[in-house]
T-cell receptor, first 112, second 114 residues
Framework: GQQVMQIPQYQHVQEGEDFTTYCNSS?????IQWYKQRPGGHPVFLIQ?????EVKKQKRLTFQFGEAKKNSSLHITATQTTDVGTYFC????????????FGEGTQLTVNP | KAGVTQTPRYLIKTRGQQVTLSCSPI?????VSWYQQTPGQGLQFLFE???????NKGNFPGRFSGRQFSNSRSEMNVSTLELGDSALYLC?????????????FGPGTRLTVL
């Protein structure tokens, strides 16, 4: 079945450093979504990418969708302590409906 | 608009018991999905309900079941609990449950099986 893989599993950075997490799908995706889960919290939707090669920015966060629509990345510039959490990518299932297949997530810690 | 609510927030059960978890979606949302989150397996899809019908089902045993009511509220039930069922159970609602719809997650129910 469909698999979504994400690396790295953990990332520790000093405040001000950049951070990148990568997501790869075993199948072509119609879209990819990114979620953030703060420690003790629940996943919160960040963004959705739909087009091949699409790049979207949200302040210090840059999201990219690969040309083949099988990979994606999230890059954070100059991390802050508020960026702490686990970042998940998720792709729609192979059947209709809102089923999402999540990557394992990248847990980001930021040292002040 | 109120967010997704889940009750109870915490549950402690013993092996062999059964449990029912409840989820109230955002008003107007018709799709409710359930996910199990564990440290080892991450976020795993359980099932999705849309207009009172199960539309998708993940790879979980038949001990896991659910339903949706006419007001879109949903419940999931786990029977004959096992230690491995200890997890955070999250429900997510979306407007029409389409593949490109953003999903809104509730705070989750933390289930501990002793």
């Amino acid at each position: 079945g469909q698999q979504v893989m994400q690396i790295p599993q953990y990332q520790h950075v000093q405040e001000g450093e950049d951070f990148t997490t990568y997501c790869n799908s075993s199948t072509t995706l119609s879209n990819i979504q990114w979620y953030k889960q703060r420690p003790g919290g629940h996943p919160v939707f960040l963004i959705q990418l739909v087009k091949s090669g699409e790049v979207k920015k949200q302040k210090r966060l840059t999201f990219q969708f690969g040309e083949a629509k099988k990979n994606s990345s999230l890059h954070i510039t100059a991390t802050q302590t508020t960026d702490v959490g686990t970042y998940f990518c998720a792709g729609p299932g192979e059947t209709s409906g809102s089923r999402l297949t999540f990557g394992e997530g990248t847990q980001l810690t930021v040292n002040p | 608009k109120a967010g997704v609510t889940q009750t109870p927030r915490y549950l402690i059960k013993t092996r062999g018991q059964q449990v029912t978890l409840s989820c109230s979606p955002i008003s107007g949302h018709r799709s409710v999905s359930w996910y199990q989150q564990t440290p080892g397996q991450g976020l795993q899809f359980l099932f999705e309900y849309f207009s009172e019908t199960q539309r998708n089902k993940g790879n979980f045993p038949g001990r896991f079941s659910g339903r949706q009511f006419s007001n879109s509220r949903s419940e999931m039930n786990v029977s004959t609990l096992e230690l491995g069922d200890s997890a955070l159970y999250l429900c997510a609602s979306s407007y029409l449950g389409l593949a490109h719809n953003e999903q809104f997650f509730g705070p989750g129910t933390r289930l501990t099986v002793l």
